[in-house]
């Protein structure tokens, strides 16, 4: 039976790649293609056994002077860029020709809260969410969120000494992904729901457990069920809509739903931003129209979003960070230096302390050019669009990948994205993740294992990066804590 359904799966494949693929090809797959059939199968990447970070090099190296070039890939054919004029022009100049991004997951249950993750919205609805969610990641929002950062920060280095006094070398080994989540998972509770979840106390509290099973995305389509069950009543409820301020996410959705969140003000804005303004700014939008956009549903998804990836996508950076920081001792020293300038006598950094680490912004920007948490950026073209310079032809429907992994050159650095579509939490992501590593490097010396793998080998799954399982690091106290 089973060697039936593997025959039949063989000759299922080989047919529709060697006749159905082919014929039918559009006819716009011309001179500009670039095959990688051969050196990288549905197969070879269904396997593992190449990921699409190899592919995206090999393309790359093999485009030569070409500035961009189509790539027979399934579903369908995509063009792929190379030329950082050409991709200005996709991301923020004709951006109304490419306000979509391609589906990443799909979710056969047409009205599951899922549909409505910020990422997913397509055209004016995402304009109507993005629009009215954007004033929640103003500076002025994320400073009150410092106090998160701070108080989880110091709690996370304390039960780190601790550990580290245990042990009879006084150091502690600590497996890196799992150390840092306990610090994120804690402040993304804190700052998105409101709430403890006792994760710096306790690793496998509930909270971390539900979280890991939410991290992977093959479970995606439990989220919902996993977290609205009664056993875990305050997650993904709306219940703030009394007087009551807290500084979360849910209480500026909820703010931003009564039109009571002051729209973005160009202060607010760095200066790609303010390139990349929507253009078709609807920004009249009257409150009850807000009511209307921000259902409880969509507050629902942003809640979910938001939960991912500042648990995820922050873990992963930091980590990255304090593995670099570990191979890289004099930058640490130097680091160490700079924060020590800074830093309050109790150990906590406010904001301002923060934008005068300009040395730790250097650091987490290679680290984040080095491991970015994308390997690849798209976005769909909602109609036909022709660039007369170079000659692209983009036909409706078709996807515009950018990979940000391949080298293409020293000047192109995207591990948020860029323009009106670029990634909505990066201030939020960038002050969480210096304050952390701040803290880190303030309380401790990183040093490698003789576990630690050198060099790093990336996880690609799909188009994200993660670190690779059981990274290990040691941490020496160089402080008492009080
Ligand atoms: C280091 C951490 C993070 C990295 C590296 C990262 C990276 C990215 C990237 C590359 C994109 C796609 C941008 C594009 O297509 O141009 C994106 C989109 C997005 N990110 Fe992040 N992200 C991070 C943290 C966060 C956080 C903390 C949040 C929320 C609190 C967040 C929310 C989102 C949302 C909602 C989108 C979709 C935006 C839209 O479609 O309008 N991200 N992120």
């Known amino acids: 039976m089973l060697v039936a359904f593997v025959l039949l799966f063989v000759t299922c494949y080989l047919f529709y790649n060697l006749f159905l693929v082919k014929s039918s090809k559009p006819k716009w ?3 500009q293609e670039i095959n990688t059939s051969a050196s990288f199968s549905t197969l ?3 396997l593992g056994r190449k990921t699409v970070v190899d592919k995206d090099h090999h393309i790359y190296n093999s485009m030569g002077t070409k500035k961009f070039c189509v790539v027979d890939e399934s579903p369908s054919p995509i063009i792929l860029l190379k030329d950082l004029d050409l991709i200005k022009k996709v991301f923020i100049k004709d951006f109304d020709y490419f306000t979509d991004r391609r589906d990443f997951f799909t979710v056969s249950d047409k009205k599951s809260v899922l549909n409505k993750l910020l990422g997913m919205l397509k055209g004016e609805e995402w304009k109507n969410v993005r629009q009215t969610v954007s004033p929640t990641f103003t500076t002025g929002k994320i400073r009150r969120m410092m106090v998160h950062f701070n108080g989880v920060g110091q709690q996370w280095v304390k039960m780190l000494a601790e550990k580290a006094k245990e042990s009879p070398t006084g150091s502690a080994k600590i497996d890196v992904l799992s150390t840092v989540n306990q610090y994120t998972l804690e402040v993304i509770g804190n700052s998105v729901f409101g709430m403890r979840t006792g994760t710096i106390q306790d690793p496998n509290s509930i909270f971390a ?9 093959d479970r995606i389509t439990d989220i919902i069920k996993l977290n609205l069950s009664p056993r875990y009543p305050q997650i993904f409820k709306i219940t703030v809509e009394g007087d009551v301020k807290q500084n979360d996410f849910q209480q500026l959705l909820i703010e ?10 160009s202060d607010d804005l760095d200066s790609f931003e303010k390139e990349a303004e929507i253009r078709d700014n609807n920004s009249n939008t009257k409150f009850s129209d807000k009511s209307k956009i921000l259902t409880d549903e969509v507050i629902i998804a942003q809640g979910v979003v938001f939960f991912l990836a500042g648990f995820t996508a922050v873990s992963n950076f930091i980590s990255f960070a304090a593995y670099s920081l570990a191979l890289h001792q004099d930058i640490q020293d130097k680091l160490r230096e700079e924060v020590g300038r800074v830093v309050k006598e109790d150990g906590s950094l406010d904001y301002d302390d923060l934008a005068q680490l300009t040395y730790l912004d250097m650091v987490a920007s290679e680290v984040l050019r080095k491991f970015p948490g994308a390997a690849r950026l798209d976005r769909v073209c909602m109609k036909d669009y022709r660039d007369p ?8 429907n078709t996807a515009v990948v950018i990979p940000v992994h391949a080298e293409r050159s020293p000047y192109s650095y995207l591990p948020f994205g860029q323009g009106p579509r670029n990634c909505i939490g990066k201030r939020f992501a960038i002050i969480e993740s210096q304050a952390a590593i701040a803290n880190l490097v303030h309380n401790f010396r990183i040093d490698p294992t003789e576990k630690t793998p050198v060099p790093l080998q990336a996880r690609f799954i799909a188009a994200q ?5 059981d990274l290990e690091l040691m941490l020496t106290p160089l402080r008492k804590q009080t």
């Open 29 to 31: 797959l011309g001179e």
């Open 44 to 46: 070879d990447m269904l």
């Open 209 to 217: 457990q539900k979280a890991g099973r939410m991290a992977n995305m």
């Open 256 to 265: 931003a739903r009564k039109g009571e969140l002051k729209a973005l003000g």
């Open 389 to 396: 310079e170079t000659g692209l032809f983009v036909p409706k």
């Open 465 to 469: 990066t993660f670190l690779p399982m």
